[in-house]
Antibody, heavy 122, light 107 residues
Framework: QVQLAESGGGVVQPGMSLRLSCAGS????????MHWVRQAPGKGLEWLAA????????YHADSVKGRFTISRDNSKNTLYMDMNNLTPEDTAIYYC???????????????WGNGTTVTVSS | EIVLTQSPGTLSLSPGDRATLSCGAS???????LAWYQQKPGQAPRLLIY???RRATGIPERFGGSGSGTDFSLTISRLEPEDFAVYYC?????????FGQGTKVEI
């Protein structure tokens, strides 16, 4: 079954760091561009970052650039988001998502995980 | 940075009605690379339309996309009960894709 499963969310204090993971299964993970998108409580979707299939190209939204870093380990079929210096405004559901076709950036997403919740609170 | 503005914020309709949702861009979207997603409470988004008018796999024909340049629309020809949800547009024209703020279609 083709699917994505996020993990690593939780409750953290402001200023702390967190690493999110996204495990892909049922498809050739190493062939697809991947993204992270978040959704604050009761708010809309916010694109955060994208990474090429082999990991050499990354793009980050200005809102998180310098604090968040997308990466991947294709040997483990896993996507990561390292998040530093978290603030309450980072409280959200974090989704990983896959593009529709292999090897090339299309910048839209056809496969989504169920999300993992990050709460930043003292 | 392309900013997308969706209107209206909320659309109150009945099953069987036609729904028209709008998405305006702050600058021309290259190749008309504009997508639409549907999101229901507690669920991840689902892709409906990409490249302005192309339906994603498995999406019913009642969902249609149109537009070009800076003005785009999603039309649902006859609302089914399962179509009441929040809809987001998203440009996919460059390395910094962005979403609109969403339109809620409610009964």
């Amino acid at each position: 079954q083709v699917q994505l499963a996020e993990s690593g969310g939780g409750v953290v204090q402001p200023g702390m760091s967190l690493r999110l993971s996204c495990a892909g299964s049922g498809f050739t993970f190493s062939s697809y561009t991947m993204h992270w998108v978040r959704q604050a409580p009761g708010k809309g979707l916010e694109w955060l970052a994208a990474i090429s299939h082999e990991g050499s190209l990354t793009y980050h939204a200005d809102s998180v650039k310098g604090r968040f870093t997308i990466s991947r380990d294709n040997s483990k079929n896993t996507l990561y988001m390292d998040m530093n210096n978290l603030t309450p405004e980072d409280t959200a559901i974090y989704y990983c998502a896959r593009e529709p076709y292999t090897f090339v950036f299309y910048y839209y997403m056809t496969l989504w995980g169920n999300g993992t919740t990050v709460t930043v609170s003292s | 940075e392309i900013v997308l503005t969706q209107s209206p914020g909320t659309l109150s309709l009945s099953p069987g009605d036609r729904a028209t949702l709008s998405c305006g861009a702050s600058q021309t979207i290259g190749n008309n690379y504009l997508a639409w997603y549907q999101q229901k409470p507690g669920q991840a988004p689902r892709l409906l339309i990409y490249a302005s008018y192309r339906r994603a796999t498995g999406i019913p024909e009642r969902f249609g996309g149109s537009g070009s340049g800076t003005d785009f629309s999603l039309t649902i020809s006859r609302l089914e009960p399962e179509d009441f949800a929040v809809y987001y547009c998203q440009h996919h024209s460059n390395s910094h894709p962005a979403f609109g703020q969403g339109t809620k279609v409610e009964i």
